[in-house]
């Protein structure tokens, strides 16, 4: 892992997801990204307001995250660049992230909120068109290391393995204990489990893990009660585009957990190829 960018607006949870992120970037000796979106104000917008005042609010926003950087740089030992943005906050991370390429992005979610938005915050929005993996941070927790991860698997979506690779980064740079955990919505589930842990053995091979299995009719519900009796310190989700009309109802399982979850998600493209 050599380059991760983190998403910021200097807000509470941008803030802790920085704090996140440097953490990562020193443990994997990787170059940190500080990525801000320039918005004008509403009220800016809607005036005549002058080309000259526009780009003194630029350059103050600019001088902000330079700062930012600089801070980083002294506390964490890492290199830091900064990325700059306009108007819309993924579709700027989109176009940044196709020219130069990122092994993770993560962003800051506020925490407490308890019912997914189809149509929500720029974290969710992200998630749904995004080609990289993603860690969302909720702003109550804090680096406190990776020790256990707890790998959410629906093997449906499994491709050739590549998925995986950001799990298995993580899991040998922190020496962390990977617990693959399935959720069996009907019983006759239960004979599918050799053939995951199988498949599963092969694809993950080079790391020590371990697997449980839990009843639920609801991935959902499965998952949160997965982590209510044995708690992780990351939760990992490899992302599915569900069908238009799937979405409009209930969205997709990691979207739904970004809201939810108490501890940091990591969301992957099922896409992904690196």
């Given at each position: 892992m050599k380059r991760i960018l983190v998403a910021?607006?200097?807000?509470?949870?941008a803030n802790n997801a920085v704090e996140y992120a440097a953490q990562l970037a020193r443990a994997f000796k990787a170059e940190?990204?500080?990525?801000?979106?320039?918005?004008?104000?509403i009220h800016a917008s809607n005036a005549m307001v002058s080309t000259t005042s526009i780009e003194i609010q630029k350059e103050k926003n600019k001088h902000r995250l330079l700062e930012q950087a600089r801070e980083?740089?002294?506390?964490?030992?890492?290199?830091?660049d900064c990325e700059i943005g306009k108007d819309d906050t993924v579709e700027s991370l989109k176009k940044i992230t196709g020219h130069h390429p990122v092994n993770l992005v993560v962003m800051g979610i506020q925490s407490g909120l308890v019912a997914y938005k189809m149509f929500g915050n720029t974290t969710t929005a992200a998630i749904k068109l995004m080609r990289f993996p993603l860690l969302v941070v909720p702003n109550q927790v804090t680096f406190q290391g990776i020790n256990k991860i707890m790998y959410a698997c629906d093997e449906t979506y499994l491709k050739d393995g590549?998925?995986?690779?950001?799990i298995k980064k993580l899991t040998t740079t922190f020496g962390a204990q990977l617990e693959v955990f399935h959720v069996l919505t009907n019983h006759k589930e239960g004979d599918k489990n050799k053939v995951l842990e199988d498949l599963l053995d092969e694809l993950l091979s080079d790391v020590i893990h371990t697997y449980r299995y839990v009843h639920n009719p609801s991935v959902y519900d499965g998952i949160l009660?997965?982590?209510?009796?044995n708690p992780a310190d990351l939760l990992v989700m490899i992302h599915h585009k569900p069908g238009f009309m799937e979405a409009l109802v209930k969205g997709s399982h990691s979207s739904q957990m970004t809201v939810n979850t108490h501890l940091p998600l990591l969301v992957i493209p099922n896409e992904q190829a690196n």
């Open positions: 910021t607006d200097y807000s509470e949870p940190l990204v500080l990525f801000n979106v320039f918005k004008m104000s980083i740089n002294e506390r964490f030992g890492i290199n830091v590549r998925e995986l690779s950001t009660a997965g982590l209510d009796q």
